[in-house]
């Protein structure tokens, strides 16, 4: 190709023969047809180099490119990112799949906003090894900058295999921090979200492939153990304490904010008055729309309310969680309380 292309499609393969064919296809047949394709081989032992090399006989917007040895997924995607030469970068897995107008509408979503560096979008559904859709439903996407920015501060809200991003913006901010072998677009997203520069478009963009051979499966105690690191720094700033949340800490919180404990959550009373005076600090340091403000406002006072037991009030309210509930999101309150003590009567 000898102009540059507006988008470089980045992927990573490494021992992924049994599913690159088809994440390649997905990749030929998008309704966006100018781009160039890099293809990056990370040492594989099977017969993955080989096909790369034939996709990239047939199509001459793929280029085929192999790592002297393993290096692993971060230091491949920075290869990658120093090799292309499109406006943006449009990441994909060795074994999802890319809908045909997935190219098309985030490049056309940047194109349209420029003060957005990074789109991300939604998993039509999650696949088996086999390609069939499983019943397992995608996690609901939080599509607003604000809040993309708020959340992100404990777990990642854009799906690494479904975005889209402007290159040179990545570039300015390092790429993606080799320190992180996992987990590393949730390191790349913090400082990005902080300048309100990530959203999602709620359409869906992939199908994504839930296979043993994935990173997130192979590695997930490693995965996890990183991403708890990488909250802890993503949040410290905003601590009300001198000391920064302790690791456990911040399990706990990752836990705290996705799911309801089964059992007497006394304890995790001071960790939650800590995340919610976390979030009136960050709405202090970098305010943004009332309206979205107020919706996670009001969001995190209704979970964090869900999480003390009725029998409890009286705990919540010494340990300075309810009071604090109640003076920042009064309204919200007193309907998620009434709700449950109607439920509780009626039952």
């Known amino acids: 190709m000898t102009e540059s292309p507006a988008i470089s499609v980045l992927m990573s393969a490494y021992n992924s023969e049994a599913h690159l064919g088809a994440a390649v296809e997905s990749i030929l047949a998008q309704t966006e047809r100018t781009f160039e394709f890099l293809l990056l ?12 090399q034939q996709f990239a006989r047939r199509d001459p917007r793929i280029q085929a490119l192999r790592n002297p040895h393993n290096m692993g997924l971060t230091k491949t995607l920075n290869r990658g990112l120093r090799l292309a030469k499109g406006t943006y970068i449009a990441r994909l897995d060795a074994d999802d799949i890319a809908l045909p107008q997935r190219l098309q509408l985030q490049k056309a979503f940047l194109d349209q906003h420029p003060a957005i560096d990074v789109v991300g979008g939604a998993i039509q559904c999650f696949i088996d ?4 859709p499983l019943p397992k439903q995608p996690p609901p996407l939080v599509v607003e900058p604000w809040a993309i920015a708020w959340q992100t501060r404990l777990r990642a809200m854009l799906i690494h295999p479904a975005v889209m991003f402007r290159r040179e913006a990545i570039l300015a901010i390092g790429g993606y921090d080799e320190n992180y072998p996992y987990s590393q677009d949730f390191a790349l997203w913090g400082e990005a979200a902080l300048l309100g520069r ?4 709620s359409t869906a963009v992939i199908q994504s492939r839930q296979a043993p051979s994935r990173i997130s499966c192979r590695h997930q105690q490693q995965q996890q153990i990183l991403a708890q690191r990488i909250a802890q720094r993503n949040l410290t700033p905003y601590w009300p304490e001198p000391t920064p949340p302790t690791l456990a800490d911040i399990e706990r919180l990752r836990f705290l904010i996705q799911f ?8 995790d009373f001071s960790r939650a008055l800590k995340l919610l005076q976390s979030f009136q600090n960050f709405c202090q340091q970098h305010p943004g729309p009332a309206s979205v403000q107020a919706a996670q406002r009001d969001q995190l006072a209704a979970h964090l309310l869900a999480i003390i037991p009725l029998h409890n009030l009286a705990q919540a309210w010494q340990s300075g969680l309810l009071p604090a509930l109640l003076r920042i999101a009064p309204r919200c309150c007193f309907k998620h309380l009434g709700q449950r003590l109607q439920r509780r009567l009626f039952r």
């Open 129 to 132: 090894e086999q390609g069939n």
């Open 260 to 267: 309801i404990p089964q059992h007497d959550a006394q304890a």
């Open 41 to 52: 081989d990370d040492g594989s032992s099977d017969a993955s180099w080989a096909l790369i």
């Open 198 to 201: 990530l959203a999602n478009l």
